[in-house]
């Protein structure tokens, strides 16, 4: 044995290394994990349960610890995924005709340039220039159709508010002109048609932005006077048209009451006095909305 080793077991010996270890003291009991780590939801308030029965938003929500709970989440990624579906929908070719519409198209050339240059879903290309030109002339209101960022609504309901629209127009005295649908739209693409046939009014009825749970959703925008150059301030409104939003309907009664004013007032946007519509004495508070449920946890 080396001297090395002789060393090692001399100091093992002197630490008692020789001797039985002593028998470990018996671990004391562990309790099982509790059920729960936090404690249960608490209580929605009730200011919070009585504002969410007024709109779709999320209000009061709570959380668990310092999460949401997992009903909430759940219920965020399938309204993002309804989202997803509504951007990625794409208005087949055909839709247009069989539906009624003069089919127009914009300079986008597919749907990543759509998502990508807006500035090229707000010009018709060349063939769709030649085809507004043969549309009815200088109809008091001019209303097109179109995609925009949810073709899902656009097919969904998007025929329906356009004859709801006309058929109010026309209870104004208002003619309305060739019923046109574009592809790959953005809204300032109405100025460039209500330029085209010379109308006194634009309105384009398209696919809204998606939100949360809202992939159905239309807007319409009206504008007095449509021209390329026309801007944001010069244009009215009405979002959220869909069957948990404006009803089709009502949206329809005030697009055409929109339309007549700026006809009679020779002005849209923020100039319009929107006092003189006719329609505020109308107004009611929007009914209690119970937000669809798309996942149960």
């Known amino acids: 044995m080396s001297r090395t080793r002789q060393l090692m077991a001399h100091l093992r010996d002197a630490l008692g290394s ?26 929605r308030r009730p200011f919070a349960a009585e504002a969410a029965r007024h709109t779709t938003a999320l209000v009061g929500i709570g959380h668990v ?9 759940l219920q965020f990624q399938a309204e993002l995924a309804v989202a997803h579906a509504a951007v990625g929908a794409l208005l087949p070719e055909d839709w247009a005709p069989q539906n009624g519409f003069t089919a127009l198209k914009t300079r986008v050339k597919d749907h990543r340039e759509f998502l990508l240059r807006p500035d090229l879903g707000r010009r018709l290309d060349d063939a769709s220039v030649e085809a507004v030109r043969r549309c009815t002339r200088n109809p008091d209101v001019q209303v097109i159709v179109a995609d925009g960022l949810s073709a899902v609504a656009c097919m969904g309901s998007g025929k329906q508010l356009y004859e709801a629209v006309a058929r109010a127009c026309q209870a104004r005295g208002l003619s309305v002109g060739t019923p046109v649908c574009a592809s790959f739209a953005r809204v300032w693409l109405e100025d460039e048609i209500g330029q085209e046939v010379g109308a006194k009014v634009a309105m384009i009825l398209l696919g809204e932005r998606p939100g949360l749970g809202t992939g159905d959703g239309l807007s319409a925008y009206v504008v007095h006077e449509p021209r390329i150059g026309k801007t944001d301030g010069d244009r009215n409104m009405i979002s959220n048209i869909h069957p948990r939003g404006m009803p089709i309907d009502e949206a ?46």
């Open 18 to 43: 020789a001797e039985p270890l002593p028998r470990p003291e018996p671990l004391p009991a562990i309790p099982p994990p509790p059920a729960r780590v936090y404690t249960p939801r608490p209580e």
């Open 252 to 297: 329809a009664a005030r697009l055409a009451a929109l339309a007549a004013a700026m006809i009679e007032q020779r002005t849209s946007g923020v100039t319009l006095d929107l006092a003189r519509l006719g329609l505020a004495s109308e107004r009611t508070p929007r009914p209690p909305q119970v937000r669809q449920k798309l996942v149960n946890a």
């Open 65 to 73: 610890g310092t999460r949401y709970a997992t009903d909430v989440v």
